[in-house]
């Protein structure tokens, strides 16, 4: 992967990562989907502990958005606030994490 080029542009303090995630409501994933790109927008929640990112998508337990995760875990991510846009680099879909709706915060 090519590395970033403006390297005075990354954003690596957590309290402002925690605000712009706080800031945006839907994130978009770029999936693999076979042979071209699939961009979708998202809601999502997430978590930041100890430097570590992990960014939780909503979604059904089936449909076209699962089968390409599964096929390929390599993924896109762009986040747009108005003031703060951002691309993740180096993400991957690592688990598929099912909740039932009993137990999920409405």
Same mark, same amino acid.
């Given at each position: 992967?090519?590395?970033?080029?403006?390297? %005075?542009?990354?954003?690596?303090?957590?309290?402002?990562? %925690?605000?712009? !995630?706080?800031?945006?409501?839907?994130?978009?994933?770029?999936?693999?989907?076979?042979?071209? /790109?699939?961009?979708?927008?998202?809601?999502?929640?997430?978590?930041?502990?100890?430097?570590?990112?992990?960014?939780?998508? &909503?979604?059904?337990?089936?449909? &076209?958005? !699962?089968?390409? /995760?599964?096929?390929?875990?390599?993924?896109?991510?762009?986040? %747009?606030?108005?003031?703060?846009?951002? !691309? !993740?680099?180096?993400?991957? /879909?690592?688990?598929? /994490?099912?909740?039932?709706?009993?137990?999920?915060?409405?």
């Amino acid at each position: 992967m090519t590395e970033m080029r403006r390297k %005075d542009r990354r954003v690596t303090d957590e309290a402002l990562i %925690d605000s712009i !995630l706080k800031e945006c409501g839907v994130v978009r994933i770029g999936l693999y989907d076979e042979d071209r /790109i699939y961009v979708v927008p998202v809601n999502y929640g997430y978590t930041y502990e100890d430097g570590r990112l992990s960014i939780y998508f &909503h979604g059904g337990r089936s449909g &076209h958005r !699962l089968d390409c /995760i599964r096929r390929n875990p390599k993924a896109g991510f762009v986040i %747009d606030t108005g003031k703060w846009s951002f !691309l !993740l680099r180096k993400p991957a /879909i690592s688990r598929i /994490i099912t909740i039932p709706l009993s137990e999920a915060a409405l």
